[in-house]
């Protein structure tokens, strides 16, 4: 057997994907909890306070505990509860965690998920009317359980993509970068190298143009294109998981979402060996052992793993 041939079934193996998975779940956490604390300053204010952030300690505008996560992951984690619950898809599932997670008072919560939230609770409605304003990250951030349940199948992936972030959010932007971001998760899980992972955002730019990142002009808000065009600059600009995201949440900005999108993608495409001991160490110890749960949970429910793990 060749040696490229010997790598990408290495790439493909079971240890390979569950490390992967597992790495980009923790790295969606660890990004929000790292971003938290600049979230809504600017580089120069981040600079003047840390010179340069690279420590999860906390604080930021919501006052957080060290370690402790934002809704970034809270959505994540009861999207991915619906789907472990009824090990299926569950679009009234994970409605019905929304808004218990909305109810129980979270740290934080985005207008726009408030909003598609109470409509359900009001409406029953699974899908929000297509809004011109709804071009928020806020679906594309929640991303991470939907990307493992589908592993190995990106029909059900762009399927779902779309579904869960109508539950909030109905735009063509914000749907485009829920896939992209899927893809993106998925090719590093198994293995990708730079160059094809850098094929699936021209892939993108094709198509929305908007979304052009080669001229990076530090926009970091929570418009969907500022955010993508944030991960995408640092993702391909540095040569770590660590380099990635400390460059990412430096930005400011919405720095939790941006540095939870990023971490998930270098989490995927980097593993857990490329995780700094001291950022797993901080993150919330209950968060931690959840995320890496559902990460080995949800693959084995995906197509890739009923295929593979049986």
Same mark, same amino acid.
């Given at each position: 057997?060749?040696?490229s041939e010997?790598l990408?079934?290495?790439?493909?193996s079971q240890p390979?994907v569950l490390?992967?998975?597992?790495?980009?779940?923790l790295?969606?956490a660890?990004?929000?909890?790292?971003g938290?604390t600049t979230?809504?300053?600017?580089?120069g204010e981040?600079?003047?306070?840390?010179?340069v952030?690279?420590?999860?300690?906390?604080?930021?505008w919501?006052y957080?505990?060290?370690?402790?996560?934002?809704d970034?992951?809270?959505?994540?984690?009861a999207l991915?509860?619906?789907?472990?619950?009824?090990e299926?898809?569950?679009?009234?599932?994970?409605a019905?965690?929304?808004?218990?997670?909305?109810r129980?008072?979270?740290?934080?919560?985005?207008a726009?998920?408030?909003?598609g939230?109470?409509d359900?609770?009001?409406?029953?409605?699974l899908?929000?009317p297509?809004?011109?304003?709804?071009a928020?990250? *806020? =679906?594309?951030?929640? &991303?991470?359980?939907? !990307?493992?349940?589908? #592993?190995?199948?990106?029909?059900?992936?762009?399927r779902y993509?779309?579904e869960?972030?109508?539950?909030t959010?109905?735009?063509?932007l914000?749907?485009?970068a829920?896939l992209?971001?899927g893809?993106m998760?998925?090719?590093?899980i198994?293995?990708?190298?730079?160059?094809?992972l850098?094929?699936?955002?021209?892939e993108?730019?094709a198509?929305?143009?908007?979304?052009?990142?080669?001229?990076?002009?530090g926009?970091?808000?929570?418009?969907v294109?500022?955010?993508?065009?944030?991960?995408?600059h640092y993702l391909?600009t540095?040569?770590s998981?660590?380099?990635?995201?400390?460059?990412?949440?430096?930005?400011?900005?919405?720095?939790?979402t941006t *540095? =939870?999108i990023?971490? &998930?993608?270098a989490? !995927?495409?980097?593993? #857990?060996?490329?995780?700094?001991?001291?950022?797993l160490?901080k993150?919330?110890?209950?968060?931690?052992e959840?995320?890496?749960?559902?990460?080995?949970?949800?693959?084995?429910?995906?197509?890739w793993g009923?295929s593979?793990?049986?």
């Amino acid at each position: 057997m060749g040696n490229s041939e010997s790598l990408k079934n290495e790439a493909k193996s079971q240890p390979h994907v569950l490390n992967r998975a597992r790495a980009a779940y923790l790295g969606l956490a660890i990004g929000d909890a790292l971003g938290a604390t600049t979230e809504f300053m600017t580089p120069g204010e981040i600079k003047v306070a840390y010179k340069v952030h690279r420590k999860i300690i906390g604080g930021g505008w919501l006052y957080l505990k060290p370690g402790q996560v934002t809704d970034d992951t809270e959505m994540s984690l009861a999207l991915g509860r619906a789907l472990l619950a009824s090990e299926a898809w569950d679009r009234k599932g994970i409605a019905d965690n929304f808004l218990a997670w909305m109810r129980s008072q979270p740290v934080d919560i985005g207008a726009t998920c408030r909003r598609g939230i109470r409509d359900y609770m009001f409406k029953g409605q699974l899908e929000t009317p297509y809004n011109d304003w709804d071009a928020g990250n *806020g =679906a594309a951030m929640r &991303m991470m359980p939907v !990307a493992l349940f589908t #592993l190995g199948h990106d029909e059900l992936l762009s399927r779902y993509a779309k579904e869960q972030a109508h539950l909030t959010h109905n735009h063509v932007l914000s749907d485009a970068a829920c896939l992209v971001i899927g893809r993106m998760v998925h090719r590093s899980i198994f293995g990708c190298n730079r160059f094809e992972l850098h094929e699936l955002t021209r892939e993108l730019v094709a198509e929305y143009h908007t979304f052009r990142f080669n001229n990076y002009r530090g926009n970091a808000s929570s418009y969907v294109v500022d955010t993508l065009q944030t991960v995408f600059h640092y993702l391909f600009t540095t040569g770590s998981f660590e380099e990635c995201l400390i460059g990412v949440v430096n930005q400011g900005g919405d720095a939790d979402t941006t *540095g =939870a999108i990023a971490g &998930m993608i270098a989490g !995927a495409f980097y593993g #857990l060996e490329e995780i700094p001991a001291r950022w797993l160490k901080k993150l919330n110890r209950e968060v931690r052992e959840e995320v890496e749960a559902q990460a080995s949970r949800l693959v084995k429910l995906s197509p890739w793993g009923c295929s593979r793990l049986e």
